[in-house]
Structure formats: structure tokens, C-alpha cells
């Protein structure tokens, strides 16, 4: 079994694969070939996959995906899904304007 965080170890160099453009994260459009490639470029974690690919960022928060995207990690580096930590779950967010917050505090004093 080899250490996760062990970066000096060689995992060989990027090989395409036949099914490389099957859709892993359908949220943010993700590919396995993607996934793969962000492996082989230095990214082992899954936090580090999700911070480059914004795996598990999209709508289902991961649900889909997350087990998915570690079994492909996992392989890639030859080692158990298991040893490769979880990426921090956030939840999710959107911008939201000045004014919504304004009239959302106005409409509270009205009540």
C-alpha cells in the first residue's frame, strides 16, 4: 500500500482511456478523463480535485459524484479509496445584491 502523501513516488505518466469522456460530475460537467488527468498533473487529494475541477461543487453538493470521483483518484494513484480523505463539505453559495438585504429588513419593520 502506498502512502497518499508520499509526492515523490512516480504514478506513471497520463495514458488516455476509451471511456475517458464519460460524464462523472454532472453538476459542474466533469469528465472521468478529466478527473484523471488532474491526477497525473499533481493534484492527489480530493480537496485538491475539487478546488481545480469543482467536483462536488454544483447543485448536489457531491451527491452524485463524491464516491465516483475517489474510486478514479484512488486508481490512479494505487491506493484504497479509503486512505484518501473526504473534501470539506461547504455549503453552498450565491452572491447576493445590497438592496434584497434592505428591503428584507424594511419588510420585517412593516410586519
Request: charged share 30%.
Amino acid at each position: 500500500m502506498h502512502e497518499v502523501n508520499d509526492r515523490s513516488r512516480d504514478i506513471g505518466e497520463f495514458v488516455p482511456a476509451p471511456d475517458d469522456d464519460m460524464l462523472i460530475c454532472r453538476c459542474e460537467e466533469i469528465t472521468k478523463g478529466e478527473i484523471r488527468k488532474a491526477v497525473h498533473e499533481g493534484m492527489w487529494t480530493m480537496t485538491e480535485i475539487r478546488r481545480y475541477l469543482r467536483t462536488g461543487m454544483g447543485l448536489c453538493q457531491g451527491q452524485t459524484c463524491a464516491k465516483l470521483v475517489k474510486g478514479i483518484v484512488a486508481r490512479e494513484l494505487g491506493v484504497s479509496p479509503a486512505t484518501l480523505e473526504p473534501a470539506t463539505s461547504r455549503a453552498p453559495m450565491r452572491p447576493t445584491e445590497m438592496r434584497i438585504l434592505g428591503n428584507e429588513a424594511e419588510d420585517n419593520k412593516s410586519s
